[in-house]
């Protein structure tokens, strides 16, 4: 079977949505096409076509990134990076090649581009690896029980100047405020990838139909003397057993300029109101809050994947990132 990759345009969007439904199979009420599709560049945006057929049979799309790599004399600087994403091959399609020819189209356009890096988020893990991927970092999911001290004596007069107020996600000029923190706060943590403008609005737009039960996300900001310094994405859930208050929180994202303001933050999101728990996801494997809680078995933690990444061109990529000091090695690249 010839297989051809071709541009997609906005027209497209539900040809496309049905090909990812069809692999991943949502529910389609619950993620209208308008919305879920809002934020593609369709000039990253394409499909797969076998010969004699304009069918979709596969789709892919990537976003204009970048990652948080350490940067000379012990710094930090930010690396453009594509992110994968929405890489789905229909059912009717599976072991025949499409998948590959959309992942040579991705490189083939990357090398063009003189981009460097290439990293997503694994469905399945064997996959990607097929085509040069690896896992570059792994993430925790903590859950903490509500009340849970966090012990940090030297951050306690700081964390007491911060403030928080919580809004609702779904605003264009919370959107707005929580972009500007996302890409400050990268500036100063290690291997965050941050994403471009055009995410920042439907990336929390509220779905009904996929809360099950938990609020619209809100968003906690936090200010010190009227300055923003951090904010967490979160949704509670109510829950009752036995006549007692078993409520959940989900933090989706949780991000701060400084220790003080992250404590600040972790401090509140497991203090509220008829909760039992609050589960904080992506947090990373040297995250203070672990230790600030007591350490590994003070809480529940789960490890996972998180970002993979491939090198599309070796000499771009090690020359974009810093070193600690000068020094003369030799790779051999296979």
């Known amino acids: 079977m010839t297989v051809t990759v071709v541009p997609l345009a906005s027209s497209d969007r539900q040809r496309l949505l049905n090909v ?3 692999a991943f199979f949502f529910d389609p009420k619950a993620h209208p096409v308008d919305i879920v599709t809002s934020h593609f560049d369709w000039t990253r945006t394409f499909g797969a076509t076998r010969e004699g057929s304009d069918d979709l049979i596969g789709v892919y799309t990537s976003y204009d990134m970048a990652l948080t790599a350490p940067g000379p004399l012990d710094g930090l600087t930010r690396v453009p990076m594509a992110g994968l994403s929405w890489v789905s091959v229909h059912p009717d399609h599976r072991r025949r090649g499409v998948l590959r020819e959309m992942m040579a189209h991705h ?79 990268a500036e100063t943590t290690l291997g965050t990838v941050t994403r471009p403008e055009h995410l920042a609005r439907p990336l929390f737009a509220d779905l009904p139909l996929t809360r099950q039960g938990r609020e619209p996300w809100q968003v906690l900001l936090a200010h010190v003397d009227g300055g923003a310094t951090g904010y967490a994405v979160f949704g509670r859930q109510s829950k009752w057993e036995d006549y007692r208050a078993k409520g959940t929180v989900e933090v989706r994202e949780l991000a701060a300029a400084d220790p003080a303001t992250l404590l ?26 672990v230790w600030w809680a007591g ?27 810093g070193y600690s ?9 296979v």
Do not use: K
């Open 325 to 333: 000091s000068a020094c003369d090695v030799v790779l051999d690249v």
């Open 107 to 185: 490189f083939a356009r990357l090398h063009e581009e003189g981009s460097a890096l290439s990293g997503l988020h694994a469905a399945e893990v064997p996959i990607y690896r097929r085509f040069g991927y690896g896992t570059s970092s792994v993430e925790l999911e903590l859950t903490l029980t509500r009340g849970a001290i966090f012990t940090a004596p030297s951050l306690d007069d700081a964390a007491g100047r911060v403030t928080t107020r919580f809004a609702a996600a779904d605003s264009d000029d919370v959107a707005q405020v929580v972009h500007a923190l996302h890409l400050h706060c």
């Open 295 to 321: 350490g590994p078995r003070a809480m529940d933690v789960t490890t996972v994947d998180s970002l993979w990444l491939r090198l599309i061109d070796v000499r771009a990529a090690l020359t974009a990132r």
């Open 20 to 22: 990812d439904m069809a």
């Open 264 to 289: 600040a933050l972790a401090r509140r999101l497991v203090d509220f109101d008829l909760t039992a728990t609050t589960t904080i996801n992506a947090r990373g494997i040297d995250d203070p809050i």
